[in-house]
């Protein structure tokens, strides 16, 4: 998998880059994303945006298409020989704004956005220049080129290599700029795109190499979409006037409480949902990060708006939840698919009656991101789960080079070389195996730790000195542990913390207790349902009996 993406290496300095990656998926998923399976493509300096990005992606590609022609050599341990492999590139993973630049499509706000060329023909406002998914022609609606009828959106067309290959013949054969243009709104292609150069037999073509994104999509664009709806900072064209919005009501105080409501949730949450929402009415503006909108509008959302938005926003809103909650998953079963579907496509159809309501000005409510919805559940049996081939990977890999940059006054060209080390320490390692110390587990255990097998680590802190256990306690230990209770007590030292199997990690009331309220995790601890012992034992770890 290729994914590029922009990235800011600084919270607060422009220092816009741009950095590619190459997913291996011959790894299982619980190994295929870990740092030193990620391979890095390379880095596009900034400040400014690429004019060029063909131009700084040739040369990786130009090394893919050589290996996909003569082969990769490949030694094989368990017939211990050499083979060939051919590398197929499944899939291209970009934001929106990048997607466009890989793909050649016009992007987003062109009449023929859709990022999976489906053929969907947009509509724009009467004095705008983008246009939008919407499926519900407006009434007294009269735009040039945008007089469709009413779309059905069960009847939306998949994505087609031959419907995008005889498009782009179209556009190339132009014969001049004023011809190209009207070719181009046409037919929603701006350009050849450099992918196209690869051997087909190794890819699966544009339009159907182009990844969903469920990242950008799920966590940033539909939150930045509804909140903007219900807090009413979505543009107003006139005549429309917002006092008619009916479902504008997170204002004033309503909103202030609601975001107090989401901070107190807090204490609620598992600990293994590593960043929880903070206060959204005080934080909405000032970095609020992707994990959180995820939280906020999936998790935390149909609990804390219910009784806030009216009954049909509401219902509809949860469509969404519904939809969205399936498609993250990482199992997805056919009967999940289906039900994700149905109501998705709900959703989808619905939010432009209740919102827009046909109305001209309200057409810019439609955007992109409603439309990429629809095509989630048939990504899910072309691809399977959207989650494993979303912009996550880029985005944690963009993190972890941020973080190892040394020397801030060129940037750039330290990050640059903190890639080419990572790609040299990842293949001596790849080549020696006895160099990578980390083990399949990704690192060594912590000092002090006590492991006790089948992925179960008891953490530190841990009391000094025994201490005897009550009899009620000792009394049921016992008899968990099936022993037979000899002495007169029984002595036990306490452990803080007990990693689980899944790598999350369970916290015991008696160091939380130590802590102001504010820093404690107790209340958010994991539910383990298998080996209810562990819970015991993490409380309690038995090192002698009297």
Known sequence: MFSVDGAQLYAKKASACWIYIWVLFNLSPDRRYKKKHVFIGGFIPGPNNPKNLDSFLFPGLAHLSAIQREGLRLWDSALHREIQSKVFLALLTADGPGMMHITGLVGYHGKHGCRLYCGLPGRREPQGKHYFPALLKPVDYDIDGCLHEDVEIRNIPRASCDRYHQNLRYLVSSPNETQYRLRRLETGISKPSIFSGLDPYFTLGLPKSAGSDIMHLGALNLSDLMISLWRGTMDCTRPDNKDTWTWLVLQGDVWQRHGKSVADALYFLPSSFERPPRNIAEKLTSGYKAWEFLLYLYGLGPGLLYGILPRVYYSNYCKLVYGMRL????????????????????????????????????????????????????????????????????????????????????????????????????????????????????????????????????????????????????????????????????????????????????????????????????????????????????????????
Request: charged residues 25%.
């Open 327 to 546: 498609m993250n998953q990482h199992n997805i079963s056919l009967d999940n698919v289906r039900d994700a579907y149905l109501a998705l496509a709900s959703f989808a159809r619905e939010f432009e009656e209740i919102y827009c309501q046909r109305l001209v000005t309200r057409i810019h409510f439609v955007r992109p991101c409603l439309h990429s919805l629809v095509h989630l559940p048939r990504e899910v049996i072309r691809l399977g789960p959207p989650i494993c081939s979303s912009q996550w990977t880029l985005e944690r890999t963009i993190g972890n080079l941020g973080e190892e940059i040394k020397q801030h006054s060129n940037p750039f060209g330290n990050l640059s070389q903190r890639g080419i080390r990572r790609a040299q320490v990842n293949a001596l390692k790849a080549m020696i195996p006895g160099l990578d110390t980390e083990g399949s587990d990704g690192g060594h255990l912590p000092r002090g730790s006590k492991d006790l097998s089948d992925g179960f680590v008891l953490l530190r802190a841990r009391e000094s000195d025994p201490r005897p256990l009550r009899d009620c306690e000792a009394d049921a230990l016992c008899e968990y542990l099936r022993i037979l209770f000899l002495g007169p007590e029984v002595l036990v030292r306490r452990w803080a913390k007990l990693r689980i199997p899944t790598g999350q990690n369970c916290y015991s009331a008696w160091k939380e207790k130590q802590k102001p309220l504010e820093k404690r995790r107790t209340a958010r601890n994991v539910k383990v349902r298998r080996r209810p012992a562990v819970w015991f034992l993490a409380y309690w770890h038995v090192i002698r009996f009297l």
